[in-house]
């Protein structure tokens, strides 16, 4: 799992963002208004050294992190509650690094209760492993149904189970009766919980 | 042919409008906040719909390579409902989301006086915020109305160059030209502003801040009359630059004063992993 420390040196405190963070760390009000502003001051372009990640995702976690501990819990929540698709992204992703307990699972449930592919794949880090099994079981079904890859979803080998399998399964009897068929990743996957 | 409309209200309109307004050209549109039809009776309400204007509504216009801005402010209708009010005290979030490139619909409805305190506030906002603002021009007593967002405008010490008035017309049109102020017409599919009567206000009154959209929302109106209003252009002789002024670089100019507008083409893949997931009636 990509660390904050990985995160601090590809995306360094420099310029708008060390100010930001200076502010936060003073005055934690202050991220209600540069949370949003994140991409357009420091860009938006997938980070080569931390894979998955892009650079205004990891300067959010960068500011969430610089929150008074106390606070990161309460400020994470209104920040995906008020956050357009970008910003709740980054605080699903940002969610393990941080010191908050089981506090985010309801945000993780909000994502993948929604019908965008973006925020059910930000649900499936890292953090999903406080997630229950049958949530995570329906939320892996549901990547694949909107046609997520299953790579983004972390610890899937280890977690997937005979039950995932059956219901894997029954989405490909519906498909395959419909004429169509599972993406690769999911045929495969099926493959490997059948131990062929 | 390239189109922005500039002001378009999605979320009433499906996915099949989506694929019709592509095929004619649209690239780009900005949705404004406005009200649903039923009015909203509480502050919830409206943060829901806002959420929807900068999350699900531009990832649904991705799917069909258009790209999706949004207007955020509380409307002159709802303005008048006390229940509503406290939405004032929410904007402030909303205006500096990467997708709202604009404070609006502003402006009058019934020309209230809690109007007139909710267009000024709002005003104010698109200053601290440092964004363009559209002003909605009633649709009874229209002259009288226009005249007076004016003077709300001028009041305001915004910057002429970065306010619309929308929905002008015949009569309202020459009160607005020497402002400085752009000009906005809204093109229906009855009596209130045909292509017809568009292109001939064009001629009359030239090409330079001029706006033209479809207004399509829930009742009745057509996403396509900008396209439209483009042809009936053509016809009348003007040349496929004016019309790219017109529908793509007049729109890009008002709105880039955001600094936000971001009109590059949609990424193939950037929003969905190529899922599909409305064509495919969703899960
Ligand atoms: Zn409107």
Redesign the pocket.
């Known amino acids: 799992m990509t660390t904050l420390d990985e995160l601090r040196a590809v995306v360094p405190a420099q310029g708008w963002l060390g100010e930001a963070l200076e502010r936060v760390a003073a005055d934690p009000a202050a991220i209600g208004r540069l949370f949003p502003a994140v991409g357009r001051r420091c860009g938006r372009a997938p980070l080569p050294d931390a894979p998955g990640w892009s650079t205004d995702e990891a300067a959010r976690a960068l500011l969430l992190a610089a929150l008074p501990a106390e606070r990161v819990a309460a400020e994470a929540e209104t920040l995906y509650r008020y956050g357009d698709a970008a910003e709740k992204r980054a605080v699903l992703k940002a969610l393990p690094l941080l010191p908050v307990g089981d506090a985010g699972v309801p945000l993780l449930r909000d994502a993948i209760r929604t019908n965008d592919p973006r925020l059910v794949a930000a649900a499936l880090g890292p953090y999903a492993r406080r997630l229950d099994d049958a949530a995570w079981r329906q939320a892996v079904l549901k990547c694949v149904f909107m046609g997520v890859p299953l790579a983004v979803v972390d610890h899937l080998d280890e977690r997937a189970d005979a039950e995932l399998a059956t219901m894997l399964a029954g989405l490909l009897e519906e498909r395959r009766a419909a004429g169509r068929d599972l993406a690769p990743d999911v045929l495969a996957l099926l493959d490997r919980l059948k131990g062929v | 042919m390239r189109i922005l409309d500039p002001?378009i209200?999605m979320t009433s309109r499906t996915t099949d409008d989506y694929e019709r307004m592509a095929a004619a050209g649209v690239r780009a549109v900005v949705e404004?906040a406005?009200w649903l039809g039923q009015p909203r009776t509480n502050p919830g309400s409206f943060t829901d719909y806002f959420d929807s204007l900068v999350g699900w509504e531009p990832f649904r216009a991705s799917q069909f390579g258009i790209r999706h801005h949004a207007t955020i402010a509380l409307n002159p209708k709802e303005a008048n409902d006390p229940r509503c009010r406290e939405v004032l005290g929410l904007l402030p979030r909303y205006l500096e989301k990467d997708g709202v490139v604009a404070v609006g619909?502003v402006g009058y409805d019934s020309m209230t006086p809690e109007e007139d305190e909710v267009f000024a506030a709002q005003l104010a906002l698109a200053i601290e915020h440092e964004l363009p603002a559209l002003v909605?021009t009633p649709h009874r007593d229209k002259a009288r109305g226009t005249r007076r967002s004016l003077a709300v405008v001028a009041e305001s010490g915004i910057d002429p160059g970065r306010v619309v008035l929308d929905h002008l017309n015949e009569v309202t049109v020459g009160l607005v030209r020497d402002t400085g102020c752009w000009l906005g017409f809204s093109i229906y599919p009855d009596t209130k502003m045909s292509p017809p009567r568009m292109v001939r206000i064009l001629q009359q009154y030239g090409l330079e801040r001029m706006l033209v959209n479809s207004?399509a929302?829930w009742g009745r109106s057509d996403p396509l009359l900008t396209r439209a209003t483009a042809d009936a252009m053509l016809e009348a002789g003007f040349t496929e630059d004016d019309v790219d002024r017109v529908m793509w670089r007049n729109p890009v100019e008002f709105y880039g004063q955001s600094g936000r507008l971001d009109v590059s083409a949609v990424a193939e893949t950037g929003a969905t992993f190529a899922g599909n997931s409305i064509q495919r009636g969703g899960s």
């Open positions: 002001h209200h404004p406005f619909e909605h207004a929302d």
